[in-house]
């Protein structure tokens, strides 16, 4: 069974940075498409960026364009999530989960599945 693990959350000022990571164990990523998702305190849970099975098609949030990127390292089994010049409303828990290179384009929860326990982001001075 598929399972994913985030990592690299915690807490930082307005205009930092972090990394997530999102790693899975007993399963290969290569052949699947993997989606970011965040969800805050009382509010839904949302696409921030989605990366296909190769890395050559991604999709953002206009709100985290030019802020984050995402990418993948396929040969550690890895998805990562470059965030910088972080403001205090990226702070949520952020999730990863996989799909296919044909929904994740859509980069909407429904479309995605076998989600990790979830990282903090807290973005506070």
């Known amino acids: 069974q598929l399972q994913l693990v985030e990592s690299g959350g915690g807490l930082v000022q307005p205009g930092g940075s972090l990394r997530l990571a999102c790693a899975a164990s007993?399963?290969?990523?290569?052949?699947?498409?993997i989606g970011w998702f965040r969800q805050a305190p009382g509010k839904e849970r949302e696409g921030v960026s989605c990366?296909?099975?190769?890395?050559?098609?991604?999709k953002y949030k206009d709100s985290v364009k030019g802020r984050f990127t995402i990418s993948r390292d396929n040969a550690k089994n890895t998805v990562y999530l470059q965030m910088n010049s972080l403001k205090p409303e990226d702070s949520a828990v952020y999730y990863c989960a996989v799909s296919s290179d044909l929904l994740f384009r859509l980069c909407v929860p429904s479309a995605f599945g076998s989600w990790g326990q979830g990282t903090q982001v807290t973005v506070s001075s």
């Open positions: 007993k399963f290969t990523l290569d052949k699947l498409a």
């Open positions: 990366i296909s099975s190769s890395g050559d098609n991604t």
